[in-house]
């Protein structure tokens, strides 16, 4: 038995997860997924900014579309670091595709950023 | 002197969501004055996700958020100007503010939404002891520097204060590769969300020193260690706990306060969560002043901040239009036991089918009810098997219950009977 507290939103439900990986304490369905999934295999979204030229700011804000492997994490900003963009980029703009080889998961941009 | 029907101080997510709110009540003249190079204020630095769960049934990041907003006052043409700071508004609703292309300008409204959002307490508000070197820091400045212009502000770093920011800059300063030491935090309880604990510090293995505060802040030019102390129940430093960090960087995130100071020039009332006190409609006591979001309480999340500036855009647009808000507000609300504050200050006894009560406990707290007693009368209570005072509480009445009596209504927290 595992005791958790949910990370899928500001609530912060606090969660079972007992061997058989039964979820209970959560408000949502989502919490009863984080919960399975963060004892078998934790994830999450990262979030985190790439270099860009011709914009009036020098950095883009970025977010990966979909969770990834808790595990992958500092591999994923040794890729994001290496980036380097151009202006105009737009919301949902895909920045790294398959970000740490991991499929459909693509590395996006979360800020409109017109070109000057 | 040119006349608007709504004048906004602000536009970052409360400023946005009031100008939305009162447009899409009949309002077109409205102009937003936002102090910053863009609209979305601080969201824009807030790159991390968790925004629009409640407003968008999807989790964004600020700036994602933000959009949202700068889309809906775009498509509507409402009017804004950036870089422009209001530095004075009069009772008559005459505001001055002053750009770099206008100058000095005065503008006159019919009514005006204060949506100037929050400030963080810096380092003389707590009165830091030790020397001020570079290298002490709001958690705002950091992410500021780091979000925005790409600049890592320290690599071996001490955070003191367990608010959301600090927590998610003990995290963002890890992904880029410094090395946080700990946090401390002077109450026996963390002030940031629940989630904000898990992911950003367990996840990094960041040590969390509750009832700890910084005794010590030693560097000649650059910050060179601090020194932090357990504190005992009266948050006094006890002598021979001290523990030596050597960093090169200190970050506050020792609280938000309201950013009121324009209409505490009024005299309006200031209520306990430092905002200006307001009624239901989050009206002030100055007929035609409003005040919404971050700049009224400091909330935890957005989407709360968008709810209120809208109820406060959709009454200042009443109010242009002539149409009465609600009847005369007969009900004074205070905060009782243990609760630190409660929003709004003033309600009307009949009307609106139910009120609703925003506020936050002192101590987090388990088995216990929020009562509710009009004139020393009981007249609600809600159990809660846990409260905590890092989450803002929001609960609603029927009006029902008032039956319509006027009088003092005290919200308390009262602990549950062991049996």
């Known amino acids: 038995m595992k005791e958790l507290i949910c990370i899928v939103c500001p609530r912060g439900c606090r969660l079972t997860v007992d061997d058989d990986l039964n979820v209970t304490g959560n408000f949502c369905p989502r919490g009863a997924v984080y919960g399975k999934q963060e004892v078998t295999n934790p994830t999450r979204v990262i979030t985190s900014i790439v270099r860009i030229e011709g914009s009036d700011l020098a950095m883009c804000p970025v977010k990966t579309s979909a969770p990834i492997k808790k595990g992958n994490i500092f591999k994923a900003m040794e890729e994001i670091n290496k980036v380097k963009i151009n202006a105009p980029i737009h919301i949902g703009d895909v920045i790294i595709k398959d970000i740490c080889g991991e499929e459909g998961v693509d590395l996006v941009a979360t800020r409109n950023m017109e070109a000057i | ?419």
Not at chain 2, 176 to 192: D, F, H, I, P, Y
Not at chain 2, 313 to 327: P, T, V, W
Not at chain 2, 360 to 389: A, D
């Open chain 2, 1 to 419: 002197m040119r006349e608007v029907e709504l004048a906004i101080i602000g536009g970052g997510s409360a400023g946005l969501a009031a100008a939305v709110a009162a447009y899409d009540n009949g309002i077109r003249d409205i102009v937003i004055l936002e102090r910053g190079a863009f609209l979305g204020g601080i969201l824009n630095q807030c790159i991390h996700n968790g925004f629009g769960l409640t407003e968008f049934k999807e989790e964004l990041t600020g700036p994602e958020f933000a959009a949202r907003f700068i889309k809906q006052v775009e498509d509507r043409n409402i009017e804004y100007y950036l870089n422009s700071v209001v530095s004075n508004l009069t009772e008559d609703k005459v505001l001055t503010y002053q750009n770099s292309t206008e100058g000095v300008v005065q503008l006159k409204a019919k009514a005006i939404v204060m949506a100037a959002g929050c400030l963080e307490r810096s380092a003389g508000a707590i009165a830091l002891p030790g020397d001020r070197p570079a290298g002490v820091m709001s958690a705002g400045q950091a992410q500021l520097f780091l979000n925005q212009f790409g600049y890592l502000v320290g690599k071996r770093v001490f955070i003191l204060g367990s608010g959301d920011i600090g927590l998610i800059m003990a995290r963002r300063m890890t992904l880029e590769g410094a090395k946080v030491l700990g946090v401390a935090e002077l109450c026996a309880w963390s002030n940031g969300l629940n989630r904000n604990m898990v992911q950003c510090l367990d996840d990094y293995g960041i040590p969390l020193y509750l009832s700890h505060t910084v005794t010590k802040v030693v560097g000649k030019s650059r910050l060179e260690k601090v020194i932090i102390s357990e504190v005992d129940e009266c948050k006094r430093p006890i002598p021979g706990t001290e523990k030596e960090f050597d960093c090169d960087t200190l970050i506050l995130s020792i609280g938000l306060i309201p950013n009121n100071g324009l209409l505490n020039n009024l005299g309006i009332a200031q209520g306990r969560s430092r905002g200006s006190e307001v009624d239901e409609n989050f009206e002030t006591s100055i007929p035609g002043i409003f005040s919404a979001g971050n700049v009224l309480h400091v909330h935890d999340l957005v989407d709360n901040v968008v709810e209120e500036a809208r109820v406060a855009g959709i009454n200042a647009a009443k109010y242009i239009k002539g149409e009465k808000l609600d009847s005369e507000k007969d009900i004074k609300v205070t905060a009782g036991n243990m609760i630190g504050y409660v929003v709004p200050a003033k309600i009307s006894s009949i009307g609106e089918d139910k009120a609703t009560f925003k506020f936050r406990v002192r101590e987090p707290s388990k088995n216990v009810y929020i009562v509710y007693t009009l004139n020393g009368k009981e007249i609600k209570k809600v159990f809660k098997p846990v409260i905590i005072p890092s989450e803002m509480e929001i609960q609603s009445l029927p009006k029902s219950l008032f039956n319509g009596e006027s009088g003092e209504l005290v919200v308390s927290l009262i602990k549950k009977e062991e049996k």
